[in-house]
Each structure stands twice: as structure tokens, then as C-alpha cells.
């Protein structure tokens, strides 16, 4: 049970570049989630989706675009990467809105992206 | 939205129990409380949730007080796997998604 996926998991982009991170969930969870976790700080919301065909901007969401490509994935791209994209990328997924009781967030191990 | 209030570090030693607390004064009637933990270089984990008075499981046990203006995660006798950082959230079920704070970073040494 693979739970939440993402890759790469490693990623070193010069500005300006673009790219996607994947993530992906087998646990038939209706939302997802892309974080990001700049060092020794907490985790901010980027962009979120709370099922399948929406998307809805979190607190952090200048610089990045989501696709909720069908039920299972959930990609975030960079499209001109800068130096404050620096950071950890985390996705995650839950059974239903994480607001509700019993529907946990449940997260990848996370993209660890350097921008030069 | 209920602001919390944690300890950013803390130390302890090897077989103690530990206890986080966390402050949210302005909790509101139908908001409830859940922590997370994160290892290093992991994704963060659920550990526990509740609404009032004592949750227990497998991992932690939660205090929250009648007037639910703050809440203590209690871990017993840690180990050295246990060091990692633990996020205190209020959620509010009217909104869709969880907003995560600091956390505490708990060290626990031999």
C-alpha cells in the first residue's frame, strides 16, 4: 500500500526553468493537497483540491498552477521558477475535506526542490 | 480562526512522559482539536483528535479542559523515535482545508 506518492524527490531547477511535481494517492481519497515547508517553519497551503474537477487556492498560491488530473493525481507546476520557490513540497491527500472529523490528512514524503 | 499558541522546543529524556501543551483561546463551539506529527524528512502524520474531555490511543493521549481554551498532547514514556515535531490545529469543519503553525520540536535525548 503505496498510500501517497510523489516524485521526483529530489529536483535542482535554474530560474526561470518550469517544471511539475506528481503526486499521487491510491487510497481513493476525494481531496488533495500541495504544501510547501520552507526550513524550520511550518507548513503553508498552496493549492488544493476539495474533489475531483475543483481547485481552489490555498495561502501561498502566487507562482504555482494545479491539475487534478482525475481522482487518483495531483500535479503542481512551477512555471518560471524563482529562488523563493526554494522549499519542501508536500501533497497530500483525505477521505473528505480534512475539517471534517476522521478524515486525516494523509502525506507523501515530500519534493525537496532547490531553485539556483 | 482560532489562533494556537505552542512551545517552539522542547527537551526530554528517554523513558519520561511528555507533555505539549497548546493554547487557543478562541476555540468556538463547533471547532475541534488534532495534532500532527512530522519526522525529520517525512511528510507530517495524524496522531490524535478530539472535541472535549480525553482521547487515548495507541500513540498519545489528549487532554482537553471543560472550557477548551487549551489542550495537552501526552506521550508516554518517550523514546528516541519520538523526537520529531508536533503541530496542535484547531480545525473548524467550515472550512476545507487545515492551516498548520510552527509546531513544537520535541528532542529526546538517551
Known amino acids: 500500500n503505496a498510500g501517497v506518492t510523489q516524485t521526483p524527490k529530489f529536483q535542482v531547477l535554474k530560474t526561470g526553468q518550469s517544471m511539475t511535481l506528481q503526486c499521487a494517492q491510491d487510497?481513493?481519497?476525494?481531496?488533495m493537497y500541495w504544501y510547501r515547508q520552507d526550513p524550520g517553519m511550518g507548513l503553508r497551503l498552496i493549492y488544493y483540491?476539495?474533489?475531483?474537477?475543483?481547485?481552489d487556492k490555498g495561502e501561498v498560491p502566487n507562482g504555482y498552477n494545479v491539475s487534478r488530473l482525475n481522482k487518483r493525481e495531483f500535479s503542481l507546476r512551477l512555471e518560471s521558477a524563482a529562488p523563493s520557490q526554494t522549499s519542501v513540497y508536500f501533497c497530500?491527500?483525505?477521505?473528505?475535506?480534512?475539517?471534517?472529523?476522521?478524515?486525516?490528512?494523509?502525506f507523501g514524503n515530500g519534493t525537496r526542490l532547490t531553485v539556483t | 480562526l482560532a489562533k494556537t499558541t505552542q512551545p517552539i522546543s522542547m527537551d526530554s529524556y528517554e523513558g519520561q512522559e511528555v507533555n505539549i501543551t497548546c493554547s487557543h483561546n478562541?476555540?468556538?463551539?463547533?471547532?475541534?482539536i488534532t495534532w500532527y506529527q512530522q519526522f525529520p524528512s517525512q511528510g507530517p502524520r495524524f496522531i490524535i483528535q478530539?472535541?472535549?474531555t480525553k482521547v487515548t490511543n495507541e500513540v498519545a493521549s489528549l487532554f482537553i479542559p471543560a472550557d477548551r481554551k487549551s489542550s495537552t498532547l501526552s506521550l508516554p514514556r518517550v523514546s528516541l523515535s519520538d523526537t520529531a515535531v508536533y503541530y496542535c490545529?484547531?480545525?473548524?469543519?467550515?472550512?476545507?482545508?487545515?492551516?498548520f503553525g510552527s509546531g513544537t520540536r520535541l528532542q529526546v535525548q538517551p
Open positions: 487510497m481513493n481519497h476525494n481531496s
Open positions: 478530539g472535541y472535549k
Open positions: 478562541n476555540i468556538a463551539t463547533n471547532d475541534y
Open positions: 497530500a491527500s483525505s477521505p473528505s475535506i480534512p475539517t471534517v472529523p476522521n478524515s486525516p490528512l494523509h
Open positions: 490545529l484547531v480545525v473548524n469543519t467550515g472550512r476545507r482545508a487545515l492551516t
Open positions: 483540491s476539495a474533489s475531483e474537477g475543483t481547485t
